[in-house]
């Protein structure tokens, strides 16, 4: 593929595999509408019958948190990264505490739809008929749930600006990023310049472009330590549908030099 994907092939094929055996048997997508069967993630079709899975900003929410809550304590920060490397560690910490947050709301939710029977979708996907029970009480053959990862690139490009920025070019140090993120860039207009004009993402940059296969992948491993109430796989969508102005009014300043709201 071309170098706009950068490294993020091997993630897409990983969330891939999981259909492989469907891809095989034609009949099991006749009838699967288009939108199911996404290209980026591959969103598990048995969301649309209403099994537990459902969109949030995992990606974008993490790196905020992250940043929101590096706190100082006498000058002094708790934490104070030497690499992009740690950085992406301490990210890849965050991300996981909230994907945990997210499966421990999501597997009430997927308990409770068990009483509400899904007579279309038992009819689309295979094994429900055969073992006589409801998509929602793990009668599938699929059986997997999914969790849309919103904000990627975002994320991918201000782990690619901190990097340039902070620990490349070392026009400013991690406190001095932390403090201009607080205060929405406020009185820091030639940081807010320096980070909008890292490399980005999809812009003939391998590095850059890396960066959005890095975050692909640990939401994927994120997701995999976890199977759903109906003994399936949570598997990962990247895609955003609407949400990205609902959680976009929401963020907070970023390093890629994205203002508040």
């Given at each position: 593929s071309?170098c706009h994907f950068?490294?993020t092939?091997?993630?897409?094929i990983?969330?891939?595999?999981p259909?492989e055996?469907?891809i095989?048997s034609?009949?099991?997508?006749?009838?699967?509408?288009w939108w199911?069967l996404?290209?980026i993630?591959?969103a598990?079709?048995a969301?649309y019958f209403?099994?537990?899975?459902f969109?949030?900003?995992v990606?974008l929410?993490?790196?905020?948190?992250?940043?929101?809550?590096?706190?100082f304590?006498?000058?002094r920060m708790?934490f104070?990264?030497s690499?992009?490397?740690d950085?992406?560690?301490r990210?890849?910490?965050?991300?996981?505490?909230?994907?945990d947050?997210i499966?421990?709301r999501?597997q009430?939710l997927e308990?409770a739809?068990?009483?509400?029977?899904?007579?279309?979708?038992?009819a689309?996907?295979?094994g429900?008929l055969?073992?006589?029970?409801d998509?929602?009480a793990?009668g599938g053959?699929?059986?997997?749930?999914?969790?849309?990862?919103?904000?990627v690139?975002?994320?991918?490009?201000?782990?690619m600006?901190?990097?340039h920025?902070v620990?490349?070019?070392?026009?400013?140090?991690w406190?001095?990023?932390?403090i201009?993120?607080r205060?929405n860039?406020k009185?820091n207009?030639?940081?807010?310049y320096?980070?909008l004009?890292?490399?980005?993402y999809?812009?003939d940059n391998?590095?850059?472009?890396k960066?959005?296969?890095?975050?692909?992948?640990?939401?994927?491993?994120?997701l995999?330590?976890h199977?759903n109430?109906?003994?399936?796989?949570?598997l990962?969508g990247?895609?955003s549908?609407t949400?990205?102005?609902?959680?976009?009014?929401?963020t907070?300043?970023?390093p890629s030099?994205?203002?508040s709201?």
């Amino acid at each position: 593929s071309g170098c706009h994907f950068g490294d993020t092939d091997s993630c897409l094929i990983n969330c891939c595999l999981p259909f492989e055996e469907a891809i095989e048997s034609k009949s099991s997508f006749e009838n699967i509408p288009w939108w199911s069967l996404v290209l980026i993630g591959v969103a598990p079709f048995a969301w649309y019958f209403g099994t537990g899975g459902f969109v949030l900003p995992v990606l974008l929410l993490a790196v905020v948190l992250f940043l929101s809550y590096t706190k100082f304590k006498q000058s002094r920060m708790h934490f104070c990264p030497s690499t992009i490397d740690d950085v992406i560690d301490r990210y890849s910490i965050y991300l996981c505490r909230h994907v945990d947050y997210i499966i421990s709301r999501m597997q009430p939710l997927e308990k409770a739809l068990r009483q509400y029977p899904t007579p279309l979708g038992n009819a689309l996907v295979d094994g429900c008929l055969e073992s006589a029970m409801d998509l929602n009480a793990g009668g599938g053959k699929y059986n997997s749930s999914g969790v849309q990862g919103v904000g990627v690139v975002d994320v991918a490009d201000s782990l690619m600006a901190i990097k340039h920025v902070v620990f490349d070019q070392k026009i400013c140090s991690w406190k001095e990023l932390i403090i201009a993120l607080r205060s929405n860039f406020k009185g820091n207009e030639f940081l807010k310049y320096q980070l909008l004009n890292a490399p980005k993402y999809g812009n003939d940059n391998n590095q850059a472009d890396k960066f959005v296969g890095i975050v692909m992948e640990l939401f994927v491993k994120a997701l995999s330590r976890h199977t759903n109430t109906r003994g399936g796989p949570y598997l990962a969508g990247f895609y955003s549908m609407t949400t990205h102005i609902l959680y976009g009014n929401h963020t907070g300043a970023l390093p890629s030099g994205r203002l508040s709201g």
